[in-house]
């Protein structure tokens, strides 16, 4: 199989049995997925879902973020991973949506790369998931799961992962292509214990053909 032939065996695969994939964590507005993105760097989007309704409901838009102390905001995210950092990243990020941008979330990476605690991946997620922009954020389990499969290839970075998919994945299903990625890497594709034997990319998957065929599973 070349590598665009799986490629194409994976688009496929997923298309038929995950057209709608999308992001599993909860927002009603831009600035509430750029809040629960940045909430969940490390931290699993269950906790973040978990935390955010009370976060919301104090703190529904930017300008109210903005005016935040460090007390006040602390105990609503106490329970996520590096709750301290992202305490600041969030009162920091608000203070300079309402600064530069009039409160609103751009929806450019070279503008939202700007935002205290917005990396390149969590640019690529609000471009994404908000405008359908043919953006790739790797996390984790995008990298591991395009390692794995053989779609990526010596791919030591995220943006060299980054570099590779969009080089082979149609512009027009990158926004749904990165939740198909993530969310196997989540629930099938997992780190430690892959569950190979109820993955339906077999036929496509590197990994597969190394560690169970040839292993004589």
């Known amino acids: 199989m070349t590598r665009r032939e799986r490629f194409q065996f994976v688009l496929d695969y997923f298309s038929k049995h995950n057209p709608d ?8 507005s831009p600035y509430q997925l750029l809040v629960a993105v940045i909430l969940s760097a490390q931290c699993t989007d269950k906790r973040v879902n978990m935390t955010t309704p009370a976060l919301f409901q104090r703190y529904p838009d930017p300008a109210t973020l903005a005016k935040a102390s460090f007390e006040e ?9 590096y709750p301290n950092n ?5 009162i920091g990020m608000a203070q300079m949506l309402m600064a530069q941008f009039n409160g609103e979330v751009p929806l450019t990476v070279e503008e939202l790369v700007q935002l205290p605690g917005v990396g390149r991946k969590t640019a690529n997620v609000i471009t994404s998931v908000v405008d359908n922009q043919p953006n790739m954020a790797v996390d984790t389990h995008v990298f591991r799961v395009s390692a ?10 995220p943006l060299a992962a980054e570099k590779q998919l969009l080089e082979f994945i149609p512009r027009e299903m990158v926004h749904v292509a990165h939740h198909w990625l993530i969310l196997h890497g989540r629930y099938v594709c997992v780190a ?10 077999q036929q496509a998957c590197k990994w597969f053909s190394k ?6 599973r």
Do not use: M, Q, W
């Open 21 to 28: 994939a999308e992001t599993e964590l909860l927002y009603d």
């Open 73 to 81: 905001l602390f105990p609503y995210i106490k329970s996520i991973s």
């Open 86 to 90: 992202k305490t600041r990243h969030l």
């Open 148 to 157: 794995r499969i053989g779609l990526t290839v010596n791919a030591k970075t």
């Open 192 to 201: 430690r214990t892959p569950k190979c034997a109820e993955c339906g990319l």
């Open 211 to 216: 560690h169970y065929l040839t292993a004589g």
